[in-house]
């Protein structure tokens, strides 16, 4: 499904289903250097569970047109705008790494707009190593490598047979990279994850049930890194759970079902 959005043309995937307006609407927002795909199984189950789902690539990535946001800022405008492009007055909003930040943002900026938050490999302050950020800037295939190395907790997790979760990770990153020769959207993304500065704000802000998804063994976002969140959601009186699963930062791909059911009961769906 395509979208005009901001003048430009957004992607986002539906799990196959047309948009109904009777049904409640979920929004899936992916990191850096990802794309809808990593939500293949989690979007696919609500689409065929009663929701309407909007995977969105973020402009600038793989199918969508316009600028790659060089904050998260930006990348929840863009969101915000993507609800007001498709009709949708209420959505939940399911953010992985830099696309929680985007979706917490995002939250809390529209604020009753929003009925669930769920921020999966979250952290706040989500800074990024120098020797990383340089290698997102100048090296892209030795920071590919890092990135895929640190966001499992295994490189043979036990997937489906001929699969290979580290080998896909790293294809996805190329392909990804490659649909953009205008912008390095690798260094970009992790930039804006890096200069963010508004977290505690917008939890402040936000007028929904919140939901932390976190991996016990994540050397990229590690759970303790999210306390900051979780305090703030906690001395602002908001209703929130917060659930561990025993793998790194690439929930959605390590323990895919594991994820999905997190999902599943805190949107009773």
């Known amino acids: 499904m395509k979208l005009t959005v901001n003048g430009a043309a957004a992607y986002c995937y539906t799990g196959g289903k047309p948009f109904n307006p009777t049904q ?25 569970h009663g929701w309407n789902v909007l995977a969105v690539d973020l402009p600038g990535h793989c199918r969508s047109e316009g600028e790659a946001p060089a904050s998260v800022e930006a990348a929840a405008a863009f969101i915000a705008a ?14 992985h790494s830099w696309g929680s930040l985007i979706a917490l943002e995002t939250a809390g900026q529209l604020k009753d707009r929003i009925s669930h938050l769920a921020l999966v490999g979250t952290a706040y302050p989500m ?16 920071a590919l490598h890092m990135v895929n190395v640190f966001s499992r907790s295994s490189l043979a997790p036990p997937v489906a047979p ?10 996805l990153g190329r392909r990804v990279i490659a649909s953009n020769t205008k912008v390095n959207v690798f260094h970009r993304g992790f930039s804006a994850c890096n200069n963010y500065a508004n977290g505690e704000q917008a939890m402040e802000q936000i007028t929904c049930p919140v939901l932390f998804l976190l991996g016990a063994m994540d050397q990229m976002t590690m759970p303790k890194a999210a306390q900051t969140l979780i305090d ?15 793998v790194g930062h690439s929930q959605m791909t390590e323990a895919p079902e594991a994820t999905l059911a997190a999902l599943k009961a805190f949107l009773n769906a």
Do not use: C
């Open 24 to 48: 409640p609407t979920v929004v899936f927002i992916h990191g850096v250097i990802n794309d809808h795909s990593v939500w293949i199984l989690q979007s696919r189950y609500f689409a065929n």
């Open 82 to 95: 993507l609800l007001d492009a498709a009709g949708v007055q209420k959505a939940a909003l399911v953010g």
């Open 127 to 142: 800074k990024v190593s120098q020797p990383l950020l340089d290698a997102a800037l100048n090296e892209s295939e030795k």
């Open 162 to 171: 001929g699969t290979w979760s580290f080998g896909g990770g790293l294809a």
């Open 232 to 246: 703030k959601a906690k001395s602002s009186g908001k209703m929130h759970s917060v659930v561990r699963l025993a």
